[in-house]
């Protein structure tokens, strides 16, 4: 059976495709995830008591 010309390149563009689009989705998910931890702890900061000073270990 002869190759068809196009196929190669409609499977190359179909991996492409998925490839791009698991870029997307990982990036998306990092970015959530650092965007989501600076939300929460913007929300917070406000709550958040100072007992102490830092560096100052002693008693």
């Known amino acids: 059976m002869a190759r068809?010309?196009?196929s190669e390149r409609?499977?190359?563009l179909s991996i492409?495709?998925?490839a791009q689009?698991?870029?997307v989705f990982l990036f998306a998910l990092v970015?959530?995830?650092f965007?989501?931890?600076w939300f929460s702890l913007s929300r917070?900061?406000?709550s958040i008591t100072r007992r102490r000073?830092?560096?100052s270990d002693g008693p």
Do not use: Y
């Open 10 to 12: 409609g499977k190359a």
């Open 16 to 18: 492409m495709k998925i």
């Open 21 to 23: 689009f698991v870029n």
């Open 53 to 55: 000073s830092w560096g």
């Open 35 to 37: 965007w989501g931890t």
């Open 4 to 6: 068809r010309p196009g």
């Open 44 to 46: 917070s900061i406000s």
């Open 31 to 33: 970015a959530g995830i």
